[in-house]
């Protein structure tokens, strides 16, 4: 359910375009900067709020808020233990605002699956598939099976050529989920 009261295709179509347009922002500032603005991110997190409360009243603002906290999580986690960037899970945080719990599951879903596949791809590029693939299975069986990841996966290999190689500015994996989950939702 969207966190607005009516789901016409008008009102669909005002969500996702917003989504959609702060996304494409959100990757061009990503790609020149390495960073998210909190001027794009804390505007349209308020916003979005103010729009579903309007809508829906108070059901649509905690429902929002609530598709807030389940789309900011994975980032938020990723932020804290992997190095990830806050600017991702504030982004998030927003487009949770805009898109309410079933729609931004569906956006959550596809941002995850395009950031790996973009991970994959320039990992192929700068040839370090199989040093990724062996990093992500050491720091996944070490999470799981000791519940901490290895101090030289942690902390020492950030600052090494090879991992700055092969950063991603997630806002371009972000803009192209969000792209295919649009696309997914207005046809469906």
Not at 34 to 60: D, E, F, H, K, W
Not at 99 to 115: P, R, S, Y
Request: charged letters at 10%; glycine letters at 10%.
């Amino acid at each position: 359910m969207l966190p607005f009261a009516t789901t016409d295709a008008r009102t669909m179509a005002i969500q996702w375009g917003v989504v959609i347009g702060a996304s494409l922002v959100a990757a061009v500032f990503d790609l020149r900067t390495r960073r998210i603005p909190n001027a794009l991110t804390g505007p349209l997190l308020v916003i979005g709020l103010i729009a579903a409360a309007l809508q829906a009243g108070l059901s649509g603002f905690f429902e929002a808020l609530g598709a807030c906290v389940l789309l900011a999580l994975p980032y938020v986690l990723v932020f804290l233990f992997a190095h990830g960037g806050a600017g991702d899970a504030k982004f998030m945080a927003a487009i949770g605002a805009w898109l309410g719990l079933e729609q931004g599951l569906i956006a959550l879903f596809c941002v995850a699956t395009a950031g790996i596949v973009l991970a994959m791809v320039k990992a192929i590029v700068k040839r370090r598939l199989l040093l990724v693939l062996g990093n992500v299975f050491i720091s996944a069986y070490s999470f799981i099976f000791a519940g901490y990841v290895p101090k030289q996966y942690r902390d020492d290999r950030k600052d090494t050529d090879v991992c700055q190689s092969l950063t991603l500015p997630y806002g371009v994996a972000i803009f192209a989920g969000v792209c295919a989950a649009g696309g997914m939702v207005m046809l469906w």
